[in-house]
């Protein structure tokens, strides 16, 4: 069998989308609803963490990278980020806005596919908004739900080690050209790429229309011809012509660039051929891969690993010799916030 994946991100790169943990729902059922929140003023303590869990793969499944609800329960997580202030407010140490939970909710299920990630900007935004009571830069903190700011991390945290760290916000964050990574995040308007030059993870500005970039660095709305023009290229929008010469065409993640119809059309599904242009001759649904000429359904928990190495979601392949689709891993969250 030939394994050929074409997809925007790699396997490894869908999984960092959403995150690692279901222990947070336990949390907030053992800890019970000390806000006294009824319904009418949004959405209840004890109600945020399925809720939103529910509405996270829903948009998983409309965005193509689940086949449906019930299986995004086993093969993705909940975003890590989320299940970290779960257990802080559970504990008494964030505060927990029921109304702002409410908009963040609405935010995730309303959210379009365009983009290159799940977690776009505006839900991000919105749900930043639900948790309060959070440190500034250099206060001391177990993990980064309790820094205030989107990007901000928690210096010298552990995870359930619970070790202590201090905040560093997007006000201490990479400027341009200093060395990034997912626990040195860049300061607004940056993104962490990697640059030619350094052969590193840099910050670099994101660019505009028709201006020089390198894969995706551009603004929203555009995508970056690396292969040619090696300048940033307004995406079609769902159904509209586009250049299937162009990787990343097609705004909407469910979407690839026909080259016979020379518009923006779904990502085949499993059993379906693999869609073709000139930028490659694999395309299919974020929960599928080409075999051959065709798409199958990544594999889920306890069925064989796909190439001996690929699997649906952020489940893992065991390896040589069973090559089997493992449970999702164990979540590495502090649950002390003396």
Request: overall charge negative; glycine content about 10%.
């Amino acid at each position: 069998m030939q394994l050929v994946q074409r997809n925007r991100f790699s396997l490894a790169a869908k999984s960092a989308l959403l995150g690692v943990t279901l222990a947070a729902v336990a949390l907030t059922q053992a800890c019970g609803d000390d806000t006294g929140v009824t319904p009418e003023d949004g959405l209840a303590f004890e109600q945020f963490a399925e809720t939103y869990r529910q509405a996270q793969c829903e948009r998983a499944v409309k965005c193509g990278f689940m086949p449906d609800v019930d299986t995004c329960y086993v093969a993705l997580g909940q975003d890590f980020a989320i299940a970290e202030a779960i257990s802080a407010a559970a504990f008494g140490d964030l505060t927990y806005d029921p109304q702002a939970a409410a908009t963040c909710i609405e935010t995730v299920t309303s959210a379009s596919c365009e983009g290159f990630t799940l977690l776009t900007p505006q839900v991000l935004e919105a749900c930043d908004t639900v948790f309060g009571n959070r440190r500034g830069e250099g206060e001391p903190c177990v993990a980064a739900a309790q820094c205030q700011g989107i990007g901000s991390i928690c210096e010298g945290a552990c995870g359930d080690g619970c070790c202590p760290g201090v905040c560093r916000g997007v006000s201490d964050a990479g400027q341009m050209g200093d060395i990034c990574s997912d626990l040195a995040p860049c300061s607004e308007g940056l993104r962490c790429l990697f640059a030619d030059v350094s052969q590193m993870f840099e910050c670099i500005p994101l660019a505009g229309a028709n201006e020089p970039c390198v894969d995706y660095g551009c603004i929203p709305g555009y995508a970056c011809d690396s292969s040619g023009s090696g300048r940033c290229f307004a995406q079609a929008s769902t159904g509209s012509a586009c250049n299937p010469a162009l990787a990343d065409a097609c705004a909407d993640l469910n979407e690839y660039c026909s080259a016979d119809q020379q518009r923006c059309v779904p990502l085949p599904r499993p059993g379906e051929p693999c869609g073709v242009n000139p930028v490659a001759t694999s395309f299919c649904a974020r929960m599928a891969y080409c075999a051959d000429t065709t798409c199958q359904a990544l594999p889920s928990v306890g069925e064989e690993c796909a190439g001996e190495s690929a699997c649906l979601g952020q489940l893992s392949c065991s390896g040589d010799p069973e090559f089997i689709c493992g449970s999702l891993s164990s979540p590495s969250i502090c649950v002390n916030f003396e």
